[in-house]
């Protein structure tokens, strides 16, 4: 489980010649291990399709290099490195049936007929395109045909299956049943599966690690807990997260007992040093402008808690959000009942030491996450 | 794949020049004719080493033409001047009455409509011949024979259905929305084919407008049937140069030049201001 | 404010009719949402009310004027739509100043007008870009702008979050009430996500080929859907499905699951002797450390974590699947095999012939209200 399946070192992307070079990949480094889902997070040009295209070998290696189950893929031909790939535009052939198009990868191995209809009407099951089986994709929705070649991928023994956007234009009722399934079948049978998406719910639901890439470099690779209890810096913090974190830039005071982060306005956020452990109380002092950060879960009332308004409260049947100003900063709460506040109505809150991360505002670079020292 | 290399970038350079040259030829051959005289342009085999000389373009200008055997009378800048009225006349009156219908049958789907804009189209298809005949005829009834207005009636068979399928066609890719915006908005639906159609579909407007303008100027023979010399354009002005002392090479090659200058000149003048239109594209918001 | 006044509007392209018999009142100042999934007549109801798009039969009324007959120009109302519809040979500026230039306003008018709603709007600084030079959500937000320029008494958006990232989605969904609110304006409001419709809906029309199921609060539509195509609409992760047979004995009505027995109360009692279709909202399974007399065994397939929410997809002892969620932070088991238990009174329960709910949402319109 712990043997190192995929190994991306010093990769770097260039496209174009010297005058109009377009670096689009920047020293990416990351390791993949066997039987492991992982995770290519980012909005659009961030990296993550140059990356899947460069293992999937549509697109040549700049520098560095790419090691899969042993081989260097660098120099080798997309056909001999065993890779599944469910395209994103779903790549069906035209001319074959649904079932032809899921079982055409598996009819040039050596499984009997009888094996290989058994695994496309299972796999057909499983993302419930039994009915379509026999129609040809172009009589068929797109969220159908996507589903078509996201089973055409998984169905194969592969090294590596590589998943791009599989997802999208998924009608949203099927996707919490479908994304269970899936991942449910890929640990099932140890497949090592890389999935690029810019949809972080979907790569939240599905992944062991994501790795956030942003600007062409890894910003962060790590479980979908970690990113969001301990982000690297302020950019993973507020992009994993929805909704999304709040933040407050503050200016840090302290005396012998409390520690002050001052808002505008007036308003600060005092917390007791004792809170916190003393090399965090050392780094946080350190700097002078600070980014303060809170995921909206963390917020809770507390009738000492500080004085906020609501401007909006929305019920979703299982969650409430609540958006409130406090001290001119809008703050965003996540609750699991509902919640009567009306709009305009004062709500006090508290913004436990335990779940504030500190950035520092010029780096954006973490500082500390609750009580602990940032990594 | 996505490298390109310095032989990649020759060898492609090369492959547009081969293709450069393959339709540029004719015109530029015609160009060196242009400036030589019979004996010149007849020599076998044929060579570029003349002396140029202007005689045929004077020739044109002056409307004498000296021949071998005999001294001539051509009016060829009355041709090249019918040539410009006639087609800038007839675009005019085709875009007039074209674009608003383009975009009636492109914005009000009512019953029939696709079978009226199927027949205007078909008037493209069918042979002039057919209509020829029977149209020379009424002409001569109604004393239209010979005259700018019935050349530039007949020349709406050749403009309208090239103008009314194009348009039409930038009129639907339109999205219905940004004119339901601007009526939404407060604006009447003229105000809004004005402000809002007609500016997007400029750049549709003028390609067809231009074709048009191509396809009038080529017409040979609607005017040829139905005009005597002085209101021929020049694509019939140029048989005059087929005399009974031989065919006049050179004169021809020249009020070849100077019958396609202006719609060169036009065609280059407009791809700038296409290009730049179409590139304001995201027509679609 | 207007009020608005649909009269059995239909409309048919060809033969197909796309808007079937729609009678809807809104009030002064009220926000309805016309939710409903793609194809069901939302946006062409929109377009009926807009005045760009002519019904075949059927009255729309406008503060108590019949408005079916009148050009869209004059019908004085906002429009923003999905695509955004920017004109794309003006500026932001010109596209937010377009409601103002009708009549006989002075430039400084026009200019003021439209520096306030950008200003609202948060896009004053991008006021010359063409809109190719906008940012998706700037894009976005002069559409709204455009939209709100005029101050027109009845607004109609046409799903304009749909076309922005997540991020932007969410804010939008905090901010828009507060804008409608402060523009005092009527709203139609047509989206295909839930949750916009929830937020923003005081109250919500769900369409289904070109009829309303059921018109409702927020709270309605999610407690007492009408059927079960708009339980399945409402709700992330879907809800959960299964075949039953409704039973009586002494203790009461009841259904069973997994062997196990599900008390329903007597509004529920036309599913005893009927094929049913019981629906447990994944949020009313709740996780239970050890098995009791009316817990659940099941096995853990996978767990999915989804924006603030830990989604369990398990299978019952009988194979049947089961979406379990629960608040992200919570413990519960992410593998093997686990209890649960089914909070009864939250069970929905239709009739597997007709789908219909049995109970009446209509009957309960009073009782079921929140103290909000």
Known sequence: MNDIHLDIQQVDKIYGTAASAVHAVKGLSMVVRRGEIASLLGSSGCGKTSTLRMIAGFEGVSKGTIKLAGRTLNDLHPVKRNVAMAFEGYSLYPPLTISDNIAFALKATKHGAKEIAEKVSAMAEMLEISDILDRYPSSVSGGQQQRASLGRALVRDADLHLLDEPMGQLEPQLRALLRGRIKHYIKENGVTAILVTHDQAEANALSDRIAVMEGGYLQQFDSPEKLKDQPNNLYTGTFVGEPPMNTFSAKIERNDTLVRFILDQGVSLSYNISDFSPNVIDAVLALQHVVVGVRPYAIKRHADGMRATVVANHWLGDQTHIAATLAGHSVILVEHDRATDKVGDDIYINLDPDNIHVFDRDSGAAVSHGADIAR | ?285 | MSTLELRGVTKRYKKETVVDNVSITVANGETLVLFGPSGAGKTVLLRLIAGVVEPEEGQILIDNQNMTDVEAEHRGLGMAFQNFALFPHMSAFDNIASPLTVGKRSLEEIKTGVDKVAKLLKIDHVLDHAPRELSNGQKQRTSLARALAGSPPLLLLDDPLRNVDAKLRFEMRLELPLLLDAQGATVIYVTQDYKEAMALGQSIAVLAEGRIEQIGTPEQIYLTPKTLEIARLFGDPVINFYDVVGQRDETGVFVELSQQRLLLDESKAKCVDTPSVLGIRPESIKFVPQNSSNSIPITIEAETPLNEKIVTLAKTEGGREMLISRPSGTAGPATGKAFVKIDESALLLFDQVSGKNFVDPAQLNTEREFAA
């Not at chain 2, 004498?64 to 800038?88: D, G, R, Y």
């Not at chain 2, 020349?155 to 009129?171: N, S």
């Not at chain 2, 005017?223 to 090479?249: E, M």
Request: charged share 10%; proline share 5%.
């Open chain 2, 1 to 285: 794949m996505e490298h390109q290399s310095k032989l990649e970038t020759v060898l492609r350079g090369a492959a547009l020049l081969l293709v450069v040259v393959f339709f540029m030829f004719p015109i530029f051959w015609i160009f060196l004719m242009s400036l030589q005289t019979n004996e010149t342009i007849l020599r076998v085999p044929p060579s570029i080493n003349f002396e140029p000389t202007l005689r045929n373009y004077k020739a044109l200008i002056t409307g004498k033409l000296e021949t071998s055997a005999a001294s001539l009378e051509i009016n060829f800048l009355q041709n090249l001047w019918n040539s410009v009225f006639l087609s800038v006349a007839s675009v005019s009156l085709a875009l007039l009455l074209g674009v608003p219908a383009a975009y009636a049958f492109a914005r009000h789907k009512f019953k029939g409509s696709e079978d009226i804009a199927f027949t205007l189209l078909s008037f493209r298809f069918a042979p002039p011949l057919l209509v020829l005949l029977p149209l020379s005829l009424y002409f001569q009834k109604m004393g239209l024979a010979n005259t700018y207005l019935g050349l530039i009636w007949v020349y709406q068979l050749i403009c309208l259905p090239l103008i009314l399928w194009i348009v039409r066609g930038y009129f639907e890719d339109i999205s219905p929305d940004i004119e339901y915006a601007y009526r939404v908005a407060g604006h009447s639906w003229f105000s809004t084919f004005r402000k809002i159609a007609l500016p997007l579909a400029g750049p549709g407007i003028a390609a067809a407008g231009l074709l048009a303008f191509i396809f009038a100027w080529n017409n040979f023979i609607f005017a040829l049937v139905l005009a005597s010399a002085d209101k021929q354009p020049v694509t019939v002005g140029a048989l005059a140069f087929i005399t009974a002392s031989g065919i006049q090479y050179g004169q021809i090659a020249a009020a070849i030049v100077m019958s396609i200058a202006p719609t060169l000149a036009l065609a280059l003048y407009a791809q700038k201001y296409l290009v730049e239109g179409l590139s304001l594209g995201a027509v679609k918001g």
